[in-house]
């Protein structure tokens, strides 16, 4: 049972491209990474180091018990005699044991550091947006690419058919001038052209039919779909004329192509990075705040008289500032570190002027070929009529007996040329709007 064909259309392929493609799938995931950044700097920012803490520890007996102290030892037996002590029993005390347990909770949170937190969360910021946008402009050139290469099959289509056509007529007319040159009424030459023009399109039709196999096995695999021949793409590459510009204006599409321009976008991200890694750089000079607050509980006794241990408590709090001075010296590394960044922020703004005067030129450029295009297909579409016109006389002439053969086998190859011109030209003009459509970010 033979598995069903599987028809998609230009919309179809659009999804389809967007849903597969593997680089897209890992932008999507470098978004995601990006966010996770820009959280994990907002909570240096805005959140405190907080940490609980638990311990345990466990004394060698020796070392309990050299701790232990005992009154009566202190004084000597001489003494004790005089006093009648000897007998009466005193207890020994210790603050030491062979089991410790304590407990504690410490809080730090940095107050001003030159704006470094706030500027680091900034930067992850920036990270993001250029990721976001990095992101859709990938989706836009997937689907102007899946747009071209989709109605570029039906260019290949309308080839092969050409081609088949043109192979179909060529054998019959090899076969009518060969059957007319043994009658006498056909030339050698008009035997030998004909013969030369089926030769040389045999080929031709076997490297379009190629071609379109190729175009559509990597087609297909842009799109995830492994089993490509059974897949049927519906369309028309007349289809491809519905694509327009609706504004042509020069400067209208010069600031939306500049706008939209993603590695614009990237070097503007770049110099304003640099701007604030600057601000981070230059913030190293100022002094830094931070607070704390430390709370214990250890289980031991008050004092060493105490009998019993009890869990007792203490707290630590306080700030903490860091006063720089070898960063404020004209020699120090963070003031080179701030120059070289000056230096690489006017290098990236000259890269800038230069991008956007080499947008503009393209952009100019793609108005030029649009223009060529349109002229083209009316020039083709005439050539195309006129070709028609030429091959209908020559069939005329042909059954009068006023022309020979090789008339005919020109007209019809002449039309048939004609015909893949406007074919080619229509094609030309669709790329040359999807171009232009992808630079304003259309």
């Known amino acids: 049972m033979m598995a069903e064909v599987r028809t998609i259309n230009v919309s179809n392929a659009v999804d389809l491209a967007l849903i597969n493609n593997p680089q897209i799938k890992q932008m999507a995931e470098d978004v995601n990474v990006a966010k996770a950044q820009l959280n994990e700097s907002f909570a240096d920012l805005a959140l405190p180091k907080v940490s609980l803490s638990a311990g345990f520890t466990l004394l060698d007996p020796q070392t309990v018990e050299s701790n232990v102290i005992n009154p009566l030892e202190e004084f000597p037996s001489s003494m004790l005699s005089l006093f009648h002590l000897g007998s009466i029993s005193f207890p020994t005390y210790t603050n030491v044991y062979m089991d410790n347990y304590s407990a504690g909770l410490s809080v730090n949170k940095t107050l001003f ?17 250029i990721t976001q946008k990095k992101f859709e402009d990938k989706k836009r050139e997937v689907v102007s690419g899946t747009l071209s290469s989709f109605y570029n099959l039906f260019l290949l289509r309308e080839n092969i058919s050409l081609s088949e056509q043109q192979n179909i007529t060529l054998s019959n007319q090899q076969r009518n001038v060969e059957m007319n040159y043994v009658n006498g009424t056909a030339t050698e030459y008009d035997k030998i052209r004909v013969q030369v023009l089926n030769t040389y399109n045999r080929p031709r039709l076997l490297s379009v039919q190629n071609a379109y196999r190729t175009a559509k096995m990597a087609f297909c695999d842009s799109l995830g779909i492994k089993d490509y021949d059974q897949v049927e793409f519906v369309g028309n590459l007349l ?22 321009d993603i590695n614009l976008k990237a070097l503007d991200y770049t110099i304003e990075t640099m701007k604030i890694t600057r601000e ?30 009890r869990w007792i408590t203490s707290w630590t709090t306080g700030l903490q500032l860091n006063i720089p001075v070898d960063d404020w010296l004209p020699v120090s590394r963070t003031a080179n570190m701030v120059s070289e960044t000056e230096a690489n922020i006017r290098k990236s703004v000259d890269m800038r002027d230069q991008m956007r005067d080499s947008i503009a030129l393209q952009v100019r450029s793609l ?44 007209s019809e190859f002449s039309y048939t040329q004609a015909q893949a011109a406007y074919l080619q030209a229509i094609y030309d003009y669709y790329s040359s709007v999807l171009k232009l459509k992808r630079m304003i970010g259309e």
């Open 367 to 410: 108005l030029m070929q649009l223009e060529v295009s349109k002229v083209n297909i009316s020039s083709q579409m005439e050539g195309m009529s006129q070709a028609k016109l030429g091959l209908d006389v020559a069939n005329k002439r042909y059954n009068a007996g006023a022309t020979p053969a090789s008339e005919i086998i020109d």
């Open 113 to 129: 550091s030159g704006f470094k937190y706030l500027n680091s969360w900034r930067l992850k910021q920036i990270n993001l947006d």
């Open 280 to 309: 981070i750089n230059d913030g190293t000079k100022y002094p830094s705040l931070a607070a704390f607050f430390n709370f214990k509980d250890d289980y031991t006794k008050d004092s060493i008289l105490d009998v019993d241990r």
């Open 239 to 260: 289809d491809s004329t519905n694509l327009t510009m609706e504004n042509e204006d020069e400067n209208t599409l010069i600031a939306q192509a500049i706008s939209n």
